[in-house]
Every structure is written in C-alpha cells, then in structure tokens.
C-alpha cells in the first residue's frame, strides 16, 4: 500500500476550499489509487468553519483520506507537505490601491514561502490561486530560497478552460476536440488566450474561425473578463470552477499533458517568447514524469506578440512594486 501523500490547503475554510476538498478526499487531485492526508491552513477567525468542513469530510467516509489536520500555523500547515495549494489570500477591498493590495498579500505569502522553505518535503509542488496569484507566487518562491523555483506555480488553468469552452461553443465541436490552447502571460484581465497554434478537431483553430475582430472583440475579453460575469450572475466570485481548475492543474503536473496535447501553467519564466526571467508568466506546457517544460518553436504573430508583451509588463510592474515593498 502506498504512503499517503500529504496535501496542504490554504484558505481551507473559504468557497473554493468547500469546492475543493472533497474532490481531493476523493482521489480527483492525484489519481485513484493515492492516499491523501490533508492539512488545513485558517487564520485564527476561519478556524471553526474549518473544523465544519472537516466534520463534514469525515462523514464522506473516503476511503482514500488517511487524515485531517487543521491548524493557523504555516509552520504545522507546510511540516512534510508534498503538495500545496495556496488558496487563502487578501481580497481588494473599496478604495484598496495595488500597492496596498501586494503589501497586504506579501503578509500572507512570504511567510508561507518560509514555512514552506523549512517544514515542506523535498517534493513539495506548490499552486497559488490567491490573488494576484503570479505575484503571490512570486513572493512565495523568493522567500522558499532552498526549493527549486519551478516548483512554485500560479494558476491559470480556469482561464484555459474558460477559453476551451467558449471556443469550442463558437465552433459547434466537443471541449474534447479542442487541443494546444495557450493563455499567455498574468490571471488577470490582460491575460492573453492564445488560438494560433490551436487546433479544432485537428484543423488550426484561426484558420476554422478566420475572424480576427471576433477573437479581439469577443473571445478574448469575454475569457479575460469571465471571473466579473461570474460575480454579476451568481452574487458570489467563481468557486466550484476554481477549485476544478485546481484539481486539473495539479492533476496534469503529477500525471502528465495527453501525448500532442500541451495546458497553461505560470511558471517562472526561463526567459522564452522574450518573457523576462523570474517573472511567473503563464505559458503553453508539457508534462512528463511531475515535470513541465515549456512548449518551444512556436511563431509568434503581431496580433498575438502585442498582447503578450502588455501582459508580462504588467507582471513586469507587479514584480518591481514588490521588490519596492521589500518583499522580493
Ligand atoms: P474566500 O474569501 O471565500 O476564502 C478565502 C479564505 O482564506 C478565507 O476563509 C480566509 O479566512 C482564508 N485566509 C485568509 N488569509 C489567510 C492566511 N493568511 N492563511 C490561511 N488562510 C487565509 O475566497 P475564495 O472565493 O475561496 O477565493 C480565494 C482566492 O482565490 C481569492 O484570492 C480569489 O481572488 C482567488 N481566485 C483565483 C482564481 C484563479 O484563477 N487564479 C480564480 C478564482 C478566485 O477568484
């Protein structure tokens, strides 16, 4: 029997935890056959909700799930963590500014990188999701000195799915024929969804809709903008998408992109497509054996270069007002 392995949620008590560790529990994070045991981070207030949640996982009787443990110490939280998924963080409140927001989010995810530093074990994988998650991620990873930087990541997933499905929407075929979609760049409105190299049932994706104004006008705002639309119809931000997102991430990392499929990870740069080093930018990705490399050779047009280059400068912008903040 395999020894379980130990996965770390923040945020545990918030909704997308409530979406998300169920289907941890129940096999959907790493694989059927994969013990999990898990552990809840909360500040001091969300500890009670959590122990609700746990209650609750408890009664599912999973019988995959070897454990709960629920703490709001980072140190207890991270101690031989294989995975974590950083979920909890600073919301922007009215009048917040982003320099307010950062040094807010800077509190929660160094000393978490910290943790995760000291106490984590030596294959650890880490996914934020809080926002701004590559910034977030980014502070993690530089207080994390004695972890290899590519295990930190930032999600960008739920916006790769986000764009799968309005594209196959558009062109009347199954998500499932819809292959090397890329989103280039920050989880945030400039964020870019990339359909040059994809493919719709094996024909490029571009040449299908050959409708550059569509893409412009509707795909890509309507995928950089879906998180708002969400909060306008439901009353509440995305979570059960969210958390699934998570739960693909992560699954893809541990057991590998289809063979001439690729995902969307952020990931710190290596310096390819002219994205500066260190920055975690969302890239096209393979996955081979728990490890991603960056899908290289790709052309890169005008239309498509403009956008990426606005997205890494904000990203670019995020990393210098950190670094000002001395949290870098
Ligand atoms: P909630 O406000 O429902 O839950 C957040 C939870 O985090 C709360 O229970 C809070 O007590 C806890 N928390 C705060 N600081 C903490 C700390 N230092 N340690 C441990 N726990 C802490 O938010 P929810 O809707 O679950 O969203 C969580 C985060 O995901 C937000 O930052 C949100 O912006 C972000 N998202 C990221 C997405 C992405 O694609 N990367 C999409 C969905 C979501 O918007």
Not at 187 to 211: M, R
């Amino acid at each position: 029997t395999r020894t379980p392995v130990n996965v770390t949620v923040t945020g545990a008590a918030g909704q997308i935890g409530y979406a998300l560790l169920f289907r941890i529990a129940s096999g959907h994070l790493l694989g059927a056959d994969v013990p999990v045991k898990l552990r809840l981070l909360e500040i001091p207030q969300g500890l009670k909700a959590a122990e609700g949640t746990a209650m609750e996982l408890d009664d599912c009787a999973f019988p995959l799930l070897r454990g709960i443990e629920i703490t709001d110490d980072p140190n207890v939280a991270f101690d031989g963590a294989n995975v974590a998924l950083l979920v909890g963080a600073r919301p922007r409140t009215k009048g917040m500014e982003r320099g307010d927001l950062l040094e807010a989010n800077g509190g929660i995810f160094k000393p978490q990188g910290q943790a995760i530093n000291a106490h984590a074990a030596d294959d650890i994988k880490v996914l934020v999701v809080g926002n701004p998650a590559n910034t977030n991620a980014l502070i993690a990873q530089a207080a994390a000195p004695d972890v290899p930087a590519e295990r930190f990541t930032a999600m960008t997933r739920l916006d790769h799915n986000r764009a799968i499905s309005q594209l196959a929407k558009k062109t009347g075929v199954a998500v499932s024929e819809i292959r090397r979609l890329t989103i280039w760049g920050n989880h945030s409105a400039t964020q870019y969804p990339d359909v040059f190299h994809a493919e719709v049932a094996g024909k490029n994706a571009a040449e299908v809709l050959n409708d550059e104004a569509w893409l412009a006008d509707e795909f890509i705002p309507t995928v950089a903008k879906r998180g708002a639309a969400i909060i306008e119809a439901r009353g509440a931000s995305s979570a059960a998408s969210a958390a699934n997102a998570a739960i693909d991430h992560v699954h893809t990392w541990v057991n590998g992109t289809a063979d001439g499929d690729w995902t969307s990870m952020g990931i710190p740069s290596d310096g390819s497509y002219g994205v500066p080093e260190g920055l975690i930018s969302s890239f096209p990705v393979t996955v081979k054996n728990g490890a991603y490399e960056i899908v290289q050779g790709l052309e890169i047009n005008d239309f498509s270069r403009a956008r990426i280059d606005a997205s890494v400068k904000e990203l670019a912008e995020e990393r210098e007002a950190v670094r000002a903040l001395g949290l870098l």
